[in-house]
Nanobody, 116 residues
Framework: QVQLVESGGGLVQAGGSLRLSCAASRNIFRGNAMGWYRQAPGKQRELVATIASGGSTNYADSVKGRFTISRDNGQNTLYLQMNSLKPEDTAVYYC??????????WGQGTQVTVSS
């Protein structure tokens, strides 16, 4: 069984920055796609950013230019640098690793709250 543990969430004022981390219990990052998702109260979970095994990235329009996803395969850690945060970024943020169409791992989530 693989465990993904997110950290780095917290309370920040609008315009501030946070850096989220997602650490895996074993080496599953290399060769697999990873991503960050978020879920705000009363809303469905949505994609924030993904990074392919080759390093190509994809972002939701709402975070383009403000968020940066990156990975350190050697440290089995996924990152999300979030700048210019807005109150609408408030949500629980989850990391996800996709090994196959049937094998997907999720972290437990970390709360990000942006005050206006």
């Amino acid at each position: 069984q693989v465990q993904l543990v997110e950290s780095g969430g917290g309370l920040v004022q609008a315009g501030g920055s946070l850096r989220l981390s997602c650490a895996a219990s074993r080496n599953i990052f290399r060769g697999n796609a990873m991503g960050w998702y978020r879920q705000a109260p009363g809303k469905q979970r949505e994609l924030v950013a993904t990074i392919a095994s080759g390093g190509s990235t994809n972002y939701a329009d709402s975070v383009k230019g403000r968020f940066t996803i990156s990975r350190d395969n050697g440290q089995n850690t996924l990152y999300l640098q979030m700048n210019s945060l807005k109150p609408e970024d408030t949500a629980v943020y989850y990391c996800r690793v996709t090994l196959s169409s049937e094998i997907i791992y999720w972290g437990q989530g970390t709360q990000v709250t942006v005050s206006s």
